[in-house]
T-cell receptor
């Protein structure tokens, strides 16, 4: 079983819609969770970090964490074509492991 | 936010030469830095984890004698691709980890070996 799983996509949503990106992880000891965005040909950029169960909002982005279900998601409201990128989920167990998922390709259609 | 720089951003070299890439954390101290490689349309591949003052830990299949990593200070790590060949052409990306364990990525270095 892979440690961090994501649907590879592409996930296509129309402009203005909500894009929902999902991630599951296998290590119950994981303590911090991250979402990165990577545009084609560029390096990853940190969007959100979340450490506690529940929702964390930052502008159009909302990260959701459910440790019992070992599930973390990223919602992008009012999606724009400029949000089209690959979104990487990452999970960290302090001092042990920092693991990236394979990424989900998001395409926002104008 | 934390800033990580990489230099150079582009390298074109002849086969057989060595190339050094620098990774710096500009506004924080990074006890751990990571080196990744990414081929077109593929996922990030972790090459090695580098801790300041100690030897790097290489991922399986990564030749430590070919990809030399030096992490001499809390703000600088270097990757040297020795005797580069065309198959080493790739996008090399470093990241630095802050005290909370968050990784911040450099902008990457494109290497083209002719």
């Amino acid at each position: 079983q892979k440690e961090v799983e994501q649907n590879s996509g592409p996930l296509s949503v129309p402009e203005g819609a909500i894009a929902s990106l999902n991630c599951t992880y296998s290590d119950r000891g994981s303590q911090s969770f991250f979402w990165y965005r990577q545009y084609s040909g560029k390096s990853p950029e940190l969007i959100m970090s979340i450490y506690s169960n529940g929702d964390k909002e930052d502008g159009r982005f909302t990260a959701q964490l459910n440790k019992a279900s070992q599930y973390v998601s990223l919602l992008i409201r009012d999606s724009q074509p400029s949000d089209s990128a690959t979104y990487l989920c990452a999970v960290n167990n302090y001092g042990q492991n920092f693991v990236f998922g394979p990424g989900t390709r998001l395409s926002v259609l104008p | 936010g934390a800033v990580v720089s990489q230099h150079p951003s582009w390298v074109i070299c002849k086969s057989g030469t060595s190339v050094k890439i620098e990774c710096r954390s500009l506004d924080f101290q990074a006890t751990t830095m990571f080196w990744y490689r990414q081929f077109p349309k593929q996922s990030l591949m972790l090459m090695a984890t580098s801790n300041e003052g100690s030897k790097a830990t290489y991922e399986q299949g990564v030749e430590k004698d070919k990809f030399l990593i030096n992490h001499a200070s809390l703000t600088l790590s270097t990757l040297t691709v020795t005797s580069a060949h065309p198959e080493d052409s790739s996008f090399y990306i470093c990241s630095a980890s802050d005290s909370w364990g968050t990784q911040y990525f450099g902008p990457g270095t494109r290497l083209l070996v002719l």
